[in-house]
């Protein structure tokens, strides 16, 4: 009885009570005390003082912006990230493995360098920027550069999370949609998208996230021009930092991080009954 309680009691993997003591600490110091500081500095403020500086119209455009473009943005990588994962996954051509590496450029390339090339590639005398200008399409400077920005470096979330679900895949469940009478177009929209919602919902949870709190491909190429409202949330908390007023940015950022944790909780409430939904099928 003695033995069995004491095999109960050790663990295959030693060291646990170590190893959860270093990961408590590293959260704490990465995640919980900067968190906790931000409250800090927010509580600083009066009532009156945090809704004096939240309603203010270049505030309040700045979210608006942050918050849109990133939508669209978001939405826009989910429709080109699940074609360009379905190219890199279902068909082998010459340089398959070149574009796929391409895919994570933005994950490794300085952010501040890919707004300077974005905003020099658009503007009205870039490679891209000119012809598009001489049609009456203005990129850099406008709303429409943000999105280009923002599509540029959530691109890479979409792709990598929807990637290893069509790897996974199985080809019997397509085989026999067709062996049903069923046409390429509903073979997909009724057997292969429900298995790619999931893995969709998250990476468009990740790249809107990572686009509402860009900083460095998005400052250059927007303008940051308040009478255009291309101005963002990130611009306007250096804004305020450079002025010293650590407790206006604590609270602008306070507000932007409740933001982001409510749009993150509601896309994985969304995901994990979607997978519920769908393993239950």
Avoid at 88 to 103: A, E, K, N, Q, S
Avoid at 164 to 174: A, M, S
């Amino acid at each position: 009885m003695d033995s069995d309680k004491k095999s109960r009691g050790k663990r295959v993997v030693p060291g646990f009570g170590l190893t959860l003591g270093i990961t408590i600490s590293m959260l704490s110091i990465i995640i919980l005390i900067p968190l906790a500081s931000v409250l800090g500095y927010s509580f600083q403020l009066k009532p009156g003082e945090f809704f004096d500086i939240m309603t203010d119209s270049t505030v309040l455009w700045a979210f608006f912006t942050s918050i849109v473009m990133a939508l669209i943005a978001a939405v826009i990588n989910v429709i080109f990230g699940t074609i360009l994962a379905w190219v890199l996954v279902r068909y082998d051509f010459p340089g398959r493995r070149i574009m796929d590496g391409l895919i994570e450029i933005p994950f490794t390339l300085p952010t501040a360098v890919a707004g300077i090339t974005l905003s020099k590639m658009y503007s009205t005398t870039g490679e891209i920027g000119g012809p598009l200008s001489a049609l009456g399409i203005k990129v850099s400077y406008t709303h429409l550069g943000l999105i280009v920005a923002l599509v540029f470096i959530g691109l890479p979330f979409v792709v990598r999370a929807i990637q290893p679900v069509l790897e996974k895949f199985d080809y019997q469940y397509e085989e026999a949609a067709y062996t049903l009478g069923a046409n390429p177009r509903t073979t997909f929209f009724k057997v292969i998208l429900p298995e790619l919602r999931p893995a969709m919902i998250t990476g468009f949870g990740l790249a809107l996230a990572r686009g509402i709190g860009e900083y460095g491909s998005v400052i250059y190429i927007s303008g940051n021009s308040a009478k255009e409202h291309t101005q963002v949330v990130s611009y306007i908390i250096m804004q305020k930092l450079e002025r010293l007023d650590y407790a206006g940015a604590t609270s602008i950022a306070l507000v932007m991080l409740l933001i982001s944790f409510v749009l993150l909780l509601v896309i994985n409430i969304v995901q994990i009954r979607q997978s519920r939904r769908t393993n239950n099928v």
